[in-house]
């Protein structure tokens, strides 16, 4: 299994809502990352969660609240959004985080409304 | 930390031609390069990638070179088909840091 995936592939959230993005993955990966990308951007790094614990976070607004339960599963909270918070969010995985690759999920495209 | 530049922003070919996209990174300590292609809608798949102690490397029509001294790497597509138009975007990694991507190049393929 190479897959990355992620539920759901679409959501509409009020900007009151509380919305959770999932993302799993049964490589075996030991690094995981959540990644946001606007129209004709190059995805931008929120999270990084190494052997599932949080090793960096760019400097997110606290409505997005990362979470790793387990080395598989890898979630994003939504609280209180903005409208400028529509994007694609992509989830991510790597053996670890030396030189190899990064498999991407599907993503999830978020509109806020 | 570091910084990775891409160029052209966007490139139209004939189908058939080649395209050649090039990008360059400021950290020497940046030793892993990965390419990856997004169609509209979908997910960054990689396409090709290469580590700071190969120069080269050929992947059927795809190919990346890398130059360590002037920290630069290319991605030359030959014989190209309107199934490479995507937006491509090339990457670097410093050994436990993360990827930094270029802004990307919108490749067209023109039939």
């Known amino acids: 299994d190479t897959e990355v995936t992620q539920t759901p592939k679409h959501l509409v959230m009020g900007m009151t809502n509380k919305k959770s993005l999932k993302c799993e993955q049964h490589m075996g990966h030991r690094a995981m990352y959540w990644y946001k990308q606007k129209a004709k951007k190059p995805p931008e790094l929120m999270f990084v969660y190494s052997y599932e614990k949080l090793s960096i976070n760019e400097s997110v607004p606290s409505r997005f609240s990362p979470e790793c339960p387990n080395s598989s599963l890898l979630n994003l909270h939504l609280h209180a959004l903005q409208p400028e918070d529509s994007a694609l969010y992509l989830c991510?995985?790597?053996?670890?985080?030396?030189?190899?690759?990064?498999?991407f999920g599907q993503g999830t495209r978020l509109t806020v409304v | 930390g570091e910084n990775v530049e891409q160029h052209p922003s966007t490139l139209s070919v004939q189908e058939g031609d080649s395209a050649v996209i090039k990008c360059t990174y400021s950290d020497s300590a940046s030793n892993y390069f990965p390419w990856y292609k997004q169609e509209l809608g979908k997910r960054p798949q990689l396409i090709i990638d290469?580590?700071?102690?190969?120069g080269e490397k050929k992947d059927q029509r795809i190919a990346v070179t890398l130059n360590k001294t002037a920290k630069h790497f290319s991605l030359h597509i030959t014989e190209t088909q309107p199934e490479d138009s995507a937006v491509y975007f090339c990457a670097a990694r410093v050994y436990g840091q993360n990827f930094v991507f270029g802004p990307g190049t919108r490749l067209s393929v023109l039939p």
């Open positions: 290469i580590r700071s102690n190969v």
């Open positions: 991510a995985s790597s053996p670890d985080r030396g030189p190899t690759e990064a498999f």
